[in-house]
């Protein structure tokens, strides 16, 4: 008894297990792996929360924010306005339009460049959006299909839903009521 319990208290005596630490050498413990990756997943969240505090944005942040919106309604009304100031003070305009021909080729170019990468990367992210989009719609399109099929059987059974279509020459027929020699007899009977 005393040698098993020498044993056993070697091998798990003063809180240790030489079994698990042995494993541990081969194998992670999953129960440590569980609680190290929920400790990064906090500090992620964390992270983005600080990074995405509505209320705790800098004055500079605020001015960044406000000046990134500008370009779009700058450039919108600018052109709006010079359209306006062509009909205004066409001799006005005119020197104007003289003074931006006198701009050099590359500096187009370097315009260009900068206006397409500013609109490019706006339009990139709404096309991604609208596939999305079209994706999410696309995954209901079997639901909707079989909906439709449901409601067209629905109308079929309806009484007195007898659907003419196209057909001008049978539209009219039902307009009209077919004979009926009963109704006819019974009418000319009541009369009498």
């Given at each position: ?91 006005w305009f005119s020197a104007r339009m003289q003074g931006i021909a006198l701009v050099p080729e590359p500096l187009w170019w370097l315009l260009g460049v900068i206006v397409s990468f500013y609109f490019g990367a706006r339009h990139q992210a709404k096309v991604q959006d609208l596939q999305r989009e079209i994706s999410a719609t696309m995954l209901r399109t079997p639901q909707v299909v079989e909906n ?45």
């Amino acid at each position: 008894m005393g040698l098993i319990s020498g044993v056993l208290a070697f091998l798990f005596g003063n809180e240790r297990n030489i079994v698990r630490e042995t494993a541990e050498v081969f194998r992670e413990n999953a129960e440590y792996q569980a609680q190290r990756a929920l400790a990064t997943r906090q500090q992620a969240v964390e992270q983005f929360g600080a990074e995405f505090q509505l209320g705790q944005k800098s004055r500079f942040n605020r001015f960044v924010d406000g000046l990134n919106r500008l370009p779009r309604p700058a450039m919108a009304l600018g052109t709006l306005g010079l359209f306006v100031a062509a009909m205004v003070d066409p001799v006005w305009f005119s020197a104007r339009m003289q003074g931006i021909a006198l701009v050099p080729e590359p500096l187009w170019w370097l315009l260009g460049v900068i206006v397409s990468f500013y609109f490019g990367a706006r339009h990139q992210a709404k096309v991604q959006d609208l596939q999305r989009e079209i994706s999410a719609t696309m995954l209901r399109t079997p639901q909707v299909v079989e909906n439709l099929k449901t409601l067209e059987g629905l109308r079929r059974d309806l009484i007195g839903s007898a659907n003419p279509g196209s057909d001008t020459e049978l539209a009219q027929h039902a307009k009209r009521p077919d004979s009926n020699p009963a109704l006819e007899q019974w009418r000319r009977n009541r009369v009498v």
